[in-house]
């Protein structure tokens, strides 16, 4: 049974991608989850509560069949990282 809460998923995510990272690196309007089987699942909100709850209900139903499962997530470069690129490409004047 996957126990986790949407907090401790989201920081666990954000510190995957960049250590230093936190919750508000992930910008939650554009991350998503999608099952990889069906094949033609498609993708749903994963950046509130509610999105999260669907999500791990869904997974539960799936383990407890005994059904291997596969959630492919999808979001954006972090905020931390990308104002970081942002900052590394364009000269300080310009800021």
Known sequence: ???????KFLTTLAKTVLPTAS????????????????TNDKQKPLGNALGFHAMTTKFNKLINK??????????????QVAL????????STVL
């Open 66 to 79: 005994n059904k291997d499962t596969m959630i492919t997530l999808t979001l954006p470069p972090l905020l």
């Open 1 to 7: 049974m996957l126990e986790l809460t949407h907090d």
């Open 23 to 38: 919750i508000g690196s992930i910008d939650q309007l554009k991350l998503f989850q999608k099952l990889n089987v069906p």
């Open 84 to 91: 970081q690129v942002r900052n590394m490409c364009i000269p």
